[in-house]
């Protein structure tokens, strides 16, 4: 490797050492077919190392961002990917994007979302963290959808759900991205309304005024989970659509659990009756 090569790659081991089972909803689960299951895991190999690029304490933001666009060059074949583990992440789902046709955007719009994450760490609007999740989240279910060869009916409710999934993590580490991080992604203007202040999540849990933020941003939710609820009925391959219906049978259950439990306090996570129910759930809708 050059020195300019080296410039960009660094030799910061920036890995959270975080996997699948660190994640609420089931990544290449047994719903999805063998033949499928390794291009997911291709693609979220990829996932979890450019958020695990912008997370990272070891390099400033220019460096993140210069990796990050030599990740999108391996990913649309512009630059060889030297052989380390992270560039190599590109590499494979390059060439999975090459065997399935599946569009390269499902990976590189995860990009955009993480560049913003190099610069920006606070959010005015509702609206504008939607923008954000239509980058960070969104891409996530088309590339499930398009991988499948399911139709463009699924976009708007798929975007709905990953949208949801997204806010949800958000609540859920909305403490931890404060102290971690410096990030917060609970819309300033809707603190601002209801008297809540950026150091209220320091606390040992939340105090009204925040309480109020977080049902404003769980009735959001609601309505996404409600337009995601389309989406099983949507999806020809039975495989995709049971996981479809688990997902937003999951989505609707951890939103439920927000509700009632505190994310100040501590990670609010789903229970094993809560996902066994979801499984029920998903097989009743696909049984109708």
């Excluded at 954000?132 to 891409?139: L, M």
């Excluded at 008297?195 to 941003?217: H, I, K, Q, S, T």
Aim: glycine share 6%; net charge negative.
């Amino acid at each position: 490797m050059n020195t300019a090569e080296h410039d960009v790659w660094g030799s910061e081991d920036v890995s959270s050492g975080k996997g699948a089972g660190d994640e609420n909803f089931p990544v290449g689960s047994l719903l999805i077919s063998r033949q499928m299951r390794p291009y997911v895991h291709a693609y979220y190999d990829f996932a979890r190392v450019i958020d695990d690029i912008v997370d990272t304490d070891r390099l400033d933001p220019q460096a993140k961002i210069a990796r990050l666009d030599a990740m999108e060059e391996v990913v649309r074949g512009t630059r060889t990917a030297p052989q380390r583990p992270d560039a190599q992440t590109a590499a494979r789902v390059r060439e999975m994007f090459a065997r399935t046709g599946v569009p390269v955007e499902t990976a590189t719009d995860l990009i955009v979302a993480f560049r913003q994450d190099a610069v920006k760490n606070r959010y005015e609007t509702w609206d504008e963290l939607v923008e954000y999740c239509r980058y960070s989240a969104n891409p996530v279910g088309r590339f499930l959808l398009d991988l499948h060869g399911e139709g463009p009916q699924t976009a708007g409710p798929s975007d709905a759900l990953c949208t949801a999934l997204q806010v949800i993590n958000h609540l859920q580490d909305c403490a931890d991205d404060l102290r971690k991080l410096d990030r917060c992604y609970l819309p300033r203007e809707w603190m601002e309304r209801e008297g809540a202040r950026l150091e209220d999540l320091y606390g040992p849990f939340a105090l009204p005024a925040l309480r109020r933020v977080f049902d404003a941003m769980l009735d959001e939710v609601d309505r996404l989970n409600d337009e995601a609820a389309r989406l099983p009925g949507l999806v020809r391959d039975r495989r995709m659509r049971m996981e479809c219906a688990v997902i937003v049978g999951l989505s609707k259950r951890l939103a439920a659990r927000l509700r009632r439990e505190d994310p100040v306090a501590g990670r609010v996570r789903l229970s094993r009756g809560d996902v066994l129910a979801a499984m029920a759930g998903a097989l009743r809708v696909i049984g109708g």
